[in-house]
C-alpha cells in the first residue's frame, strides 16, 4: 500500500510540474511561414469581393517563407500570376515591399488590413 502511494505521489508531482509550465505566446515571424488562401473578409464589401472571385474561379495566395521572402500567387484564368516579395513584421504590422500593412493571426486564420478592409486568409 506504501508502494501505491509513493507512485502516486510521484505521478502527481510530474503532473503538477508540467501544468506549471508557462507557454510563451508565439512569435508572429515563425506562425506566419507557411501559405495562406484567401478565404473571406470582414467588411460586406470584402465578403462580397471574396465571393465573387471564388464564383468565377479566382484565387490569391500568400507563401511566406522563414527568410523574409515570399510570393503573391493571383488565379485568374489558365496561367496564374506569380509575384515574388520580401516581408518583415515589425511593430505589429507587416511590411511586404515596403508596404505596411496591420495584421493578426488567430489560429489558422491570418488577417491582413488593406486600405480599410480586412481580408482573411486560411492557413493550407
Not at 512569435?27 to 473571406?40: C, F, Q, R, S, Y
Amino acid at each position: 500500500m506504501k508502494k501505491l502511494i509513493a507512485i502516486l505521489m510521484v505521478a502527481l508531482l510530474a503532473l503538477s510540474l508540467v501544468a506549471c509550465g508557462s507557454k510563451e505566446p508565439a512569435d508572429p515571424a515563425t506562425t506566419i511561414v507557411g501559405t495562406w488562401e484567401l478565404d473571406d473578409g470582414e467588411s460586406e464589401e470584402a465578403k462580397t469581393a471574396v465571393q465573387m472571385m471564388k464564383l468565377f474561379g479566382m484565387s490569391m495566395t500568400f507563401e511566406f517563407n522563414a527568410d523574409g521572402t515570399g510570393k503573391l500567387t493571383t488565379q485568374m484564368g489558365e496561367e496564374p500570376e506569380v509575384n515574388d516579395f520580401t516581408y518583415e513584421i515589425k511593430d505589429n504590422q507587416i511590411v511586404i515591399d515596403g508596404s505596411p500593412a496591420d495584421f493578426r493571426i488567430e489560429g489558422k486564420k491570418l488577417h491582413i488590413t488593406v486600405d480599410g478592409d480586412q481580408l482573411i486568409f486560411k492557413k493550407k
